[in-house]
Every structure is written in structure tokens, then in C-alpha cells.
């Protein structure tokens, strides 16, 4: 009978299979985190959240209006979920805001932009205008020049 020693692969031989997309996978998602979110970007989402009758007031004037009645439909209230995926910076010691949404209506999808200046408590919309892709097309609800 033969005595022989059987040997055992490492640890990284016999799981590298696993361990090397997961390891790339969480090095990508860690650079992605620190490049994507700076500090301002991380302020400005946490204040529109917690402005939300900038958004309210700006879908009330859009359901006003009736092109955009005729395109999109009546918008539903904007969820957070939106608010987290699109684009929002403010200025001015955040009295000034440039916002763009996605929103949802009965017919159509689209974004909803807003340039608006805060005078005392309110918002003062300079521009809300909606953007949709199917047909490509901007439909200006209001405009300040």
C-alpha cells in the first residue's frame, strides 16, 4: 500500500470562481458611489425632498394647461423614488432651483423641468416646461422672461 499525501488546493484555487467577479463587482460599486455622489449632490436631493410644494404646485399649473392635457394626460403626484433619479440643483444659499423629474400621466411619460427663485416662502416658476420622447417633444407650461 501506498502512503502518499494527498494535498489540498488553497482557499483562492478551489473559490475564485466566486470570489473574483464578486470582489470586482464591489470595487466598481464602491468607485461608482464616490464618484456619483458628491456632498452638494447628497443636500440638494435631501432639500427636494423636503420641498415638496415646489413639485405639487409645479404638476397643479401642468394639469392646468391644455396641452399638456392632449399629450400626457393628467400627471400623478411625483414619488420619491423620482425625485432620487433625477436631476436637482440648487443655488443661490437655495433660493434658486433647476429641477428636472420624471413624471407619469395617463397617456404619456416624460420630465418635468423647473427653473423656479424663492421669494420669501413660495416659489416663483421662471420655466416649467415637460419633455416627453414619444413623439419627441417640449411642452412649455410657463415662461418668465
Known sequence: MENS???????????????LPSTLFSILLIVLLFTSTSKENIIDITQAYADNLLFEEAIKKANEDSKTIENIGKIEP?????????????????????ASVRINGTKNNGKLDIFAIKKGAEWEYQKISIRTKNPNNEIVISEKL
Not at 5 to 19: M, P
Not at 85 to 91: D, H, K, M
Open 5 to 19: 499525501l494527498i494535498e489540498k488546493e488553497n482557499w483562492l484555487t478551489r473559490n475564485w470562481k466566486w470570489f
Open 78 to 98: 411625483i414619488d420619491k423614488l423620482a425625485i432620487l433619479e433625477g436631476n436637482i440643483v440648487y443655488s443661490n444659499n437655495h433660493n434658486t432651483v433647476n
